[in-house]
């Protein structure tokens, strides 16, 4: 079983930077799509940025120009969220999926707050 292990979550003042990492634990073969998702209190999980294994990245309207996707190696995956707002806050999970399997995180709290 990958586990997926996700760090960088915390407070941070409306305005502020956060960066996230998530890094799986063994080698995923043929990775096809590298992701992040937020769930809010009270609302449901929503995509908030995605990559593809080609390099393609694609995010919710709310945070393009402020949050940026990237693959730092073929198995670690970063969210450098800029100009935080409180919307922004929730638990963000990673997501990897290959042709054979999804894998989730356990969740890394987020909360912009002054």
């Known amino acids: 079983q990958v586990q997926l292990v996700e760090s960088g979550g915390g407070l941070v003042q409306p305005g502020g930077s956060l960066r996230l990492s998530c890094a799986a634990s063994r080698l995923i073969f043929s990775i096809n799509t590298m992701s992040w998702y937020r769930q809010a209190p009270g609302k449901e999980r929503e995509l908030v940025a995605v990559i593809t294994s080609g390099g393609t990245t694609n995010y919710e309207d709310s945070v393009k120009g402020r949050f940026t996707i990237s693959r730092d190696n073929v198995n670690t995956v970063s969210l450098q969220m800029n100009s935080l707002k409180a919307e922004d806050t929730g638990v963000y999970y990673c997501?990897?999926?290959?042709?054979?399997?999804?894998?989730w995180g356990q969740g890394t709290q987020v909360t912009v707050s002054s």
């Open positions: 997501n990897m999926k290959s042709r054979l399997s999804e894998n």
